[in-house]
C-alpha cells in the first residue's frame, strides 16, 4: 500500500482532550478541558427553541449569515471602537478553531515562518505544521509570562509571515499590556509581518487589567487577522461558532479557503446567537463578575492549600508551578492526580516548546460546587504525594 502523508507524523493527541478522556476514566472533577458545567444564558435557549421550528435549516451564506454577520459586526464596534464593514470584514467560522486555519492558510505559503508565543494554545503549532509553515517560538518567561523585546526582535529579523497573538493568553491567563502590544506592533510594521491574533477571552479580563483589541492600534488593521469565538462568552462551547475579523482583502482570501474547508457554520445557531449577540452592556458586566467571584475562589483555595501559581489577568485557566513534587514527568504526574486526587488538570509540557515540566494547568469555568469540590480533593494532594514519595518521573 502507499504509505500515508508524513503531514501529522510529529502530533500526538491533544493533551487537553486527553486529560478529559482520563478524568471521566476515573470520575475526577475535569478542570482540565476548558467547558463550563452550566448554562448559556436563558434568552439565548429560548431564541434556540424557537430558531427549530423557523425555516432555518438549510445552508446559510458560506461566510455567514447576514444578519449574524451584522449583529457581530454592532458588537465589535460598541467595544473595540472600530467600524467594520460586515459585508467586506467578516467572515463566520466553525470555532476560532476553523477561523485560525483558515487565517493561517490564507497568509501563509510552505516555507514561510511564524513566531508563536510560548507557552501556547496547542493548536498553534499544529496549524503552522499542516500550513506547511515554520514556528519560531519566543519565550514567555514564568511566573509573570513577558517577553524580552530583544529576544522577539531576534525572532523579527527572521522574517516571519506573520505572528500569533492570543490575548487575554490561554493558557497563562496573561493579559498584555498597551506598551508590550506597542512593541508587537512596532515590530510588526518594521519588519513587514502579519499578526494573527485570538482573542476569544476578550470579555474575561480581571481588574485592573483592560483588553486593547489589538487591530486598533495605530497602522495594525491592515495588518491583523482578528479570530474570535462566541464559545466562552456565551458559555456555548459546543456550538462552533467563530469569525474572522480583517481587511477586505485577506477577508475575500479567507472565504475561498473556509468554502473549501467546512462550506459553512450551523445555520440554525447563526440565527440563533443574535439574540446573545444584542445583549447589552449588563450581560458583559455580570459575566466579568461571575468568573471574577470563580477566580477568587478558585485562587484563594489554591493559596490555602499551598500551591505554587501565578494568578491570572484573564481568561479562565491558572497555572501551578508542581516542581516541589519533585515532577519530572508533568505527564505522569496529571494522569495520577486525575487517578489519585481525582482532579482533572492539563501537563504543562503540552503548551510549552522548551524542556519546561513543572507546571500544569487548571481552569475554573465551573459551578461553584464543582470548584469547591476540587479543592476539597486538592487538600489531600500534599500527603498523597508524599506517600507517592515524589515519584513522577
Not at 481568561?315 to 481525582?342: H, K, P
Amino acid at each position: 500500500m502507499p504509505s500515508i502523508s508524513t503531514r501529522t507524523d510529529t502530533f500526538t493527541e491533544s493533551m487537553i482532550r486527553k486529560m478529559t478522556r482520563i478524568s471521566l476514566e476515573h470520575n475526577a472533577v475535569n478542570l482540565s478541558q476548558g467547558f463550563p458545567d452550566f448554562n448559556p444564558p436563558k434568552e439565548l435557549l429560548d431564541r434556540l427553541r424557537e430558531v427549530v421550528y423557523e425555516n432555518f435549516h438549510q445552508y446559510e451564506i458560506t461566510w455567514g449569515s447576514q444578519r449574524m454577520r451584522e449583529a457581530l459586526s454592532k458588537k465589535h464596534g460598541h467595544f473595540a471602537g472600530q467600524k467594520i464593514d460586515p459585508e467586506k470584514n467578516i467572515l463566520v467560522t466553525c470555532g476560532s478553531t476553523e477561523a485560525m486555519m483558515a487565517a493561517m492558510m490564507t497568509i501563509c505559503n510552505i516555507g514561510d515562518k511564524v513566531i508563536v508565543f510560548s507557552p501556547f494554545y496547542e493548536n498553534y503549532g499544529a496549524d503552522a505544521i499542516l500550513t506547511g509553515a515554520i514556528p519560531i517560538y519566543v519565550p514567555l518567561n514564568p511566573p509573570e509570562f513577558t517577553f524580552d523585546a530583544d529576544v522577539l526582535e531576534n525572532a523579527f529579523k527572521q522574517r516571519p509571515k506573520a505572528i500569533i497573538l492570543c490575548n487575554p493568553s490561554n493558557p497563562s491567563g496573561r493579559v498584555f499590556a498597551l506598551e508590550e502590544l506597542k512593541i508587537i506592533a512596532g515590530l510588526a510594521e518594521k519588519y513587514d509581518t502579519f499578526v494573527i491574533t485570538d482573542e476569544v477571552y476578550e470579555h474575561i479580563v480581571y481588574e485592573p487589567n483592560k483588553h486593547i483589541y489589538f487591530s486598533t492600534l495605530p497602522g495594525m488593521f491592515e495588518r491583523t487577522v482578528t479570530c474570535n469565538s462566541l464559545s466562552k462568552t456565551y458559555s456555548i462551547t459546543g456550538w462552533r461558532l467563530g469569525y474572522i475579523i480583517a481587511p477586505e482583502y485577506i477577508v475575500d482570501a479567507a472565504k475561498k479557503v473556509h468554502d473549501f474547508l467546512t462550506v459553512g457554520a450551523a445555520a440554525p445557531l447563526q440565527e440563533a446567537i443574535v439574540a446573545a449577540l444584542n445583549f447589552g452592556d449588563d450581560y458583559y458586566k455580570n459575566l466579568l463578575k461571575i468568573y471574577s467571584t470563580k477566580k477568587d475562589i478558585f485562587i484563594n483555595g489554591l493559596k490555602r492549600i499551598g500551591l505554587n501559581y501565578t494568578e491570572p489577568q484573564g481568561a479562565y485557566y491558572v497555572m501551578v508551578d508542581v516542581s516541589e513534587f519533585g515532577v519530572t514527568n508533568d505527564i505522569n504526574f496529571c494522569q495520577w492526580l486525575a487517578r489519585e486526587v481525582g482532579v482533572g488538570a492539563v501537563p504543562g509540557s503540552s503548551f510549552f516548546r522548551d524542556n519546561i515540566n513543572n507546571y500544569i494547568r487548571f481552569h475554573f469555568a465551573k459551578n461553584e460546587d464543582t470548584l469547591n469540590e476540587a479543592l476539597n480533593r486538592l487538600e489531600k494532594l500534599k500527603k498523597k504525594a508524599a506517600a507517592a514519595n515524589y515519584n513522577f518521573k
